[in-house]
């Protein structure tokens, strides 16, 4: 008669409170400054001038030009500062170390030959990269914000239309970003570990 191995059920992974709320400001903050900077666009698309292609009304936020920029503007200061309280987080519990790129990271990309060190190595490799992007982005909102108080930030980028294309551009990198973010995650840690950042 074989004995009978209890059943251990799996851990599950989870997440601290901070990181949760932090992943669902950014979704909801994201959301909104997507389809009110859509909204944004159709009032002078970047590209055409106001002939330029339209974004259909479904994917905007607003109804008009100033609705647009309040709902636009109002969710920026949440992002950032949801970035802010978040940088502060990661700095104080010391979860750098763990989030963003390292040399063994980089090591790995050349001599390992496991997948999921590999997948663990883009991941950081990625999160790293959207910081300056993040900030960019802010940069130059700020920059449209309020042209004639920083006019400094429209002078480094040469013109105004300038300044609106690169602000313009972060969009699809946030976008990519996003999409990448989550399907490394899923790779590294399964489809538990991506919902415990949210539940």
């Keep these: 008669m074989t004995p009978t191995i209890p059943f251990k059920p799996r851990k599950l992974p989870t997440q601290a409170i901070g990181a949760k709320i932090f992943h669902w400001v950014n979704i909801i903050s994201l ?3 997507l389809t009110s900077g859509l909204q944004i666009y159709n009032a002078n698309p970047v590209f055409g001038g106001r002939a330029g292609w339209h974004i259909p009304p479904i994917f905007t936020l607003g109804g008009w030009l100033a609705g647009g920029r309040h709902w636009h503007f109002a969710a920026m200061w949440l992002f950032s500062l949801n970035l802010l309280w978040y940088g502060i987080y990661v700095l104080a519990t010391r979860r750098w170390r763990h989030r963003f790129v390292g040399t063994n990271d980089l090591k790995a990309l050349q001599k390992s030959k496991n997948s999921k060190r ?5 991941h950081r490799i990625v999160y790293t990269s959207i910081i300056p992007i993040l900030l960019l982005a802010l940069f130059t909102g700020i920059g449209m914000y309020k042209p004639a108080q920083f006019y400094w930030i429209v002078d480094i980028f040469g013109s105004w239309q300038a ?3 690169v602000h313009f551009s972060s969009v699809p990198i946030v976008i990519l970003f996003s999409m990448t973010h989550w399907l490394l995650g899923r790779e590294a840690g399964g489809t538990e570990l991506t919902e ?3 539940w």
């Excluded at 590999?118 to 883009?122: G, H, I, M, R, T």
């Design 31 to 33: 959301f909104i400054m």
């Design 118 to 122: 590999l997948s663990y190595a883009f």
């Design 163 to 165: 300044l609106r294309i």
């Design 196 to 198: 415990s950042m949210f």
